[in-house]
């Protein structure tokens, strides 16, 4: 059978923070509901008992913000739909303040077996600049509970290049993060996303200039890595074996199905994106989606996201541009930013830190 991946955007949150993008909306209990009765009628529509369906990924939003008997509904309907696999990676990203011992024992209980909890830093002043509820104590408490309650695949997010941020911060947050019973970290530069409230000169103002922004992500990298962390893509670190199988459906440009306003997926040779609007994928009976790519996962595209990847790109997937490549990885390697065996190319953390540039200037 087919393996596939099922992504649902959850779009509620309890408080929207300054530097999200991401779509989301205020959490009521009605529209919660009305939102899973319209998961459910999308999973049937999508229905296909040859696909396999190997991971299942609950984005958001805060997804956490719903009951464990309503995610249970969608994972049974996933499972009457399609084949879900008995070890199927099944993820759910949840704020810390929405995480208590009894949720937490009935996420486990429902099949989920991977939590993606939202840290940010273990700093309260840093955490209260970027808008979150909850304290480093708070996260702490998430991540140990979460431990007790069974899960052994945790994973926390962590925000680098913050207003002001130095060097001696950001190694505390990642000790002291490193230090709890979790396996994978996924680590971003913050941005600010046009239309966000942190779009803004008072934040521009007070960001780290770009020397201070690659100071901070090469310790980081290198911190993580001494903690066991290592990092298999640009932004993510993981201890072994514990790489997000989900995500790198992503990046190895495998098929994925999403569902929710504002979902993306990559599915029977198409790509196509769900409205960014929750009154209309409640209102209708299959959501309205917009095609975006008629024939995604060519060269370039493939190529692209290989590379964001540590393991990098074989020149035995691209044999008809394997010497155009090689033509230009010389000043790459000379200058730190690529490497090669002969079989393959992939990007250092030097690389990775300019990727988007590295990468044009490799494949287009």
């Not at 909306?25 to 999973?43: H, P, S």
């Not at 104590?137 to 991540?143: C, D, L, P, Q, S």
């Not at 079989?343 to 044009?360: A, D, H, Y």
């Given at each position: 059978m087919r393996d596939l991946g099922i992504y649902i955007h959850v779009?509620?949150?309890g408080k929207k923070c300054g530097y999200c993008d991401f779509y989301s909306v205020g959490y009521t209990r009605q529209a919660a509901e009305d939102y899973v009765l319209a998961v459910l009628r999308n999973i049937r529509y999508y229905s296909d008992k040859q696909r396999t369906v190997s991971t299942v990924y609950f984005g958001g939003g805060t997804p956490s913000l719903l009951a464990p008997e309503q995610l249970d509904s969608i994972l049974v309907g996933i499972g009457n739909c399609f084949a879900l696999d008995t070890k199927a990676e099944i993820t759910l990203e949840?704020?810390?303040c929405t995480l208590n011992d009894e949720k937490l024992y009935e996420f486990r209980k429902i099949g989920i077996n991977r939590l993606s909890i939202g840290v940010q830093s273990?700093?309260?002043?840093?955490?209260?600049?970027?808008?979150?509820?909850?304290?480093a104590e708070r996260a702490e408490r998430a991540v140990l509970d979460a431990a007790k309650a069974g899960f052994d695949n945790i994973s926390c997010d962590l925000l680098i290049a913050l207003p002001n941020q130095g060097t001696e911060s950001l190694r505390y947050s990642i000790e002291r993060l490193t230090?709890?019973?979790v396996q994978h970290i996924s680590a971003y530069i913050l941005k600010t996303e046009e239309g966000t409230p942190f779009d803004c000169d008072d934040i521009k103002l007070r960001l780290p200039d770009e020397d201070v922004t690659a100071e901070l992500?090469?310790?980081m990298v290198r911190i993580l890595e001494e903690r066991g962390f290592m990092q298999y893509e640009v932004s993510n670190?993981?201890?072994k074996d514990f790489e997000s199988r989900h995500n790198c459906r992503y990046w190895k440009?495998?098929?994925y199905l999403g569902i929710g306003p504002a979902a993306h997926s990559c599915y029977n040779g198409k790509r196509f994106a769900v409205e960014r609007d929750i009154t209309g994928f409640i209102r209708d009976d299959v959501q309205s989606v917009t095609v975006t790519d008629e024939s995604p996962c060519g060269y370039e595209e493939f190529a692209m996201l290989r590379l964001r990847l540590k393991e990098g790109l074989r020149f035995s997937d691209v044999p008809?541009?394997?010497?155009e490549i090689e033509g230009k990885l010389l000043p790459l390697i000379r200058e730190g930013y690529a490497g090669t065996d002969g079989e393959r190319v992939w990007l250092t953390p030097k690389g990775f830190l300019m990727s988007n540039s590295v990468i044009e200037y490799l494949i287009f």
């Amino acid at each position: 059978m087919r393996d596939l991946g099922i992504y649902i955007h959850v779009p509620f949150c309890g408080k929207k923070c300054g530097y999200c993008d991401f779509y989301s909306v205020g959490y009521t209990r009605q529209a919660a509901e009305d939102y899973v009765l319209a998961v459910l009628r999308n999973i049937r529509y999508y229905s296909d008992k040859q696909r396999t369906v190997s991971t299942v990924y609950f984005g958001g939003g805060t997804p956490s913000l719903l009951a464990p008997e309503q995610l249970d509904s969608i994972l049974v309907g996933i499972g009457n739909c399609f084949a879900l696999d008995t070890k199927a990676e099944i993820t759910l990203e949840a704020n810390p303040c929405t995480l208590n011992d009894e949720k937490l024992y009935e996420f486990r209980k429902i099949g989920i077996n991977r939590l993606s909890i939202g840290v940010q830093s273990m700093i309260d002043s840093e955490l209260e600049m970027l808008g979150r509820v909850h304290s480093a104590e708070r996260a702490e408490r998430a991540v140990l509970d979460a431990a007790k309650a069974g899960f052994d695949n945790i994973s926390c997010d962590l925000l680098i290049a913050l207003p002001n941020q130095g060097t001696e911060s950001l190694r505390y947050s990642i000790e002291r993060l490193t230090a709890l019973p979790v396996q994978h970290i996924s680590a971003y530069i913050l941005k600010t996303e046009e239309g966000t409230p942190f779009d803004c000169d008072d934040i521009k103002l007070r960001l780290p200039d770009e020397d201070v922004t690659a100071e901070l992500y090469f310790e980081m990298v290198r911190i993580l890595e001494e903690r066991g962390f290592m990092q298999y893509e640009v932004s993510n670190f993981a201890v072994k074996d514990f790489e997000s199988r989900h995500n790198c459906r992503y990046w190895k440009c495998e098929d994925y199905l999403g569902i929710g306003p504002a979902a993306h997926s990559c599915y029977n040779g198409k790509r196509f994106a769900v409205e960014r609007d929750i009154t209309g994928f409640i209102r209708d009976d299959v959501q309205s989606v917009t095609v975006t790519d008629e024939s995604p996962c060519g060269y370039e595209e493939f190529a692209m996201l290989r590379l964001r990847l540590k393991e990098g790109l074989r020149f035995s997937d691209v044999p008809e541009h394997r010497a155009e490549i090689e033509g230009k990885l010389l000043p790459l390697i000379r200058e730190g930013y690529a490497g090669t065996d002969g079989e393959r190319v992939w990007l250092t953390p030097k690389g990775f830190l300019m990727s988007n540039s590295v990468i044009e200037y490799l494949i287009f």
